[in-house]
T-cell receptor, first 110, second 116 residues
Framework: QQPVQSPQAVILREGEDAVINCSSS?????VHWYRQKHGEAPVFLMI?????EQKGHDKISASFNEKKQQSSLYLTASQLSYSGTYFC???????????FGTGTRLTIIP | DAGVIQSPRHEVTEMGQEVTLRCKPI?????LFWYRQTMMRGLELLIY????????DSGMPEDRFSAKMPNASFSTLKIQPSEPRDSAVYFC??????????????FGSGTRLTVV
């Protein structure tokens, strides 16, 4: 079953912050985040393993709450280059493959 | 390394024709994945290989779809006969781990397939 992402789309002005959420109905071993720009391939951003860790990548960071089976991606002081569709991919226990969410389209305007 | 290489980038074909999509993974990546992306269903895993052996093909829609990996540097996804509902972007990805746990998946640029 696909993880659910929210919101489906968001429009921000440059410099504003955004939060993208990913929820699963299954117990998760890891959560992965990818960004896809229009007409291009998805690009790996980061992975979070069970243990409730939080990771950062420039001004993009993420957290993983394994008890709630949720992950959130935080984009701080957004830049025009952050525009694209963000996908979470979830790995549940005993199932060695990723299932991707439906994506969140982020548009940054000047 | 040039990354994951897919061909062709675009394919337009008539319903009923055979379509073959090609992929060259990154050297040293033991896992190769075929995904299909549509607006309605997002990124769907069709099949994946480990060391050229198909491991999970549960996502392959029906018998019209087949995939092969004759060696570590080449894979094909074939649709025969093609139907308009097969229109989508098909991505190939490779990794050192089945879930990309170390460094994630590296995706190719995709093949945009249009069946008319």
């Amino acid at each position: 079953q696909q993880p659910v992402q929210s919101p489906q789309a968001v429009i921000l002005r440059e410099g504003e912050d955004a939060v993208i959420n990913c929820s699963s109905s299954k117990a998760l071993y890891s959560v992965h985040w990818y960004r896809q720009k229009h007409g291009e391939a998805p690009v790996f951003l980061m992975i979070l393993l069970k243990g409730g860790e939080q990771k950062g990548h420039d001004k993009i960071s993420a957290s993983f709450n394994e008890k709630k089976q949720q992950s959130s991606l935080y984009l701080t002081a957004s830049q025009l280059s952050y525009s694209g569709t963000y996908f979470c991919g979830t790995e549940d226990f005993g199932n060695e493959k990723l299932t991707f969410g439906t994506g969140t389209r982020l548009t940054i305007i000047p | 390394d040039a990354g994951v290489i897919q061909s062709p980038r675009h394919e337009v074909t008539e319903m009923g024709q055979e379509v073959t999509l090609r992929c060259k993974p990154i050297s040293g990546h033991d896992y190769l994945f075929w995904y299909r992306q549509t607006m309605m269903r997002g990124l769907e895993l069709l099949i994946y290989f480990n060391n050229n052996v198909p491991i999970d093909d549960s996502g392959m829609p029906e018998d019209r779809f087949s995939a092969k990996m004759p060696n570590a540097s080449f894979s094909t996804l074939k649709i025969q006969p093609s139907e308009p509902r097969d229109s989508a972007v098909y991505f190939c990805a490779s990794s050192q781990h089945p879930t990309g746990r170390l460094y994630g998946y590296t995706f190719g640029s995709g093949t945009r397939l249009t069946v008319v």
